[in-house]
């Protein structure tokens, strides 16, 4: 079974650029999460769907972040415009949902460097 | 709020040392309690897990035993090698939402 795929590994952009990720969940994962992990830090949660419907973006600061899933698979996150506190490891994960819903499975995740 | 303390790192031992992560939490509601593991330049695995008070999670030589009573979940394992080498983060679900604690780097010594 293929894990969760993301897209790009790395990426190095100037501080208002925009830059987006790209994740594939692993087949017939109905909950898909991206997280902010900062160096020295564990993950933090920006965003919950379920399906292609969004559960909790609480912590998504919006006026910068968005993300979409559509058809309810692939899911993409945008950053616009970087600051350089955006410089982390956004990881991207998913959970089959049911009796084991709530193990999360992660996949390498997009490094972001912003100068 | 739910939250997630360990042990602050960096901790270095040699092989087959015993190595011991301390994690407490605070959660409202009936957390899942996991230990996630990040190798070098890969993503986080799933190490182990409990879903319940006395449970205990074991993977590859490791244990962490639910303890309600000290709402804590710390992670063992009695003799490392130097593949265990990695970053170990505790965590909590709750609502389907995982919140994680800082992790602890560990190096093993040959």
């Known amino acids: 079974e293929a894990g969760v795929a993301q897209s790009p590994r790395y990426k190095i952009i100037e501080k208002r650029q925009s830059v987006a990720f790209w994740c594939n969940p692993i087949s017939g994962h109905a909950t898909l999460y991206w997280y902010q992990q900062i160096l020295g830090q564990g993950p933090k949660l920006l965003i919950q769907f379920q399906n292609n419907g969004v559960v909790d973006d609480s912590q998504l600061p919006k006026d910068r972040f968005s993300a979409e899933r559509l058809k309810g698979v692939d899911s993409t996150l945008k950053i616009q415009p970087a600051k350089l506190e955006d410089s982390a490891v956004y990881l991207c994960?998913?959970?089959?949902?049911?009796?084991?819903?709530?193990?999360?499975?992660f996949g390498a995740g997009t490094r972001l460097s912003v100068l | 709020g739910n939250s997630v303390t360990q042990m602050e790192g960096p901790v270095t031992l040699s092989e087959e040392a015993f190595l011991t992560i301390n994690c407490t939490y605070t959660a409202t509601g009936y957390p899942s309690l996991f230990w996630y593991v990040q190798y070098p330049g890969e993503g986080l695995q799933l190490l182990l897990k409990a879903t319940k008070a006395d449970d205990k999670g074991s993977n590859k030589g490791f244990e962490a035993t639910y303890r309600k009573e000290t709402t804590s979940f710390h992670l063992e394992k009695g003799s490392v090698q130097v593949s265990d080498s990695a970053v170990y983060f505790c965590?909590?679900?709750?609502?389907?939402?995982?919140?994680f604690g800082a992790g602890t780097t560990v190096t093993v010594r040959a």
């Open positions: 965590a909590l679900n709750v609502d389907y939402k995982l919140s």
């Open positions: 994960a998913s959970s089959p949902g049911g009796g084991t819903g709530f193990i999360q499975y």
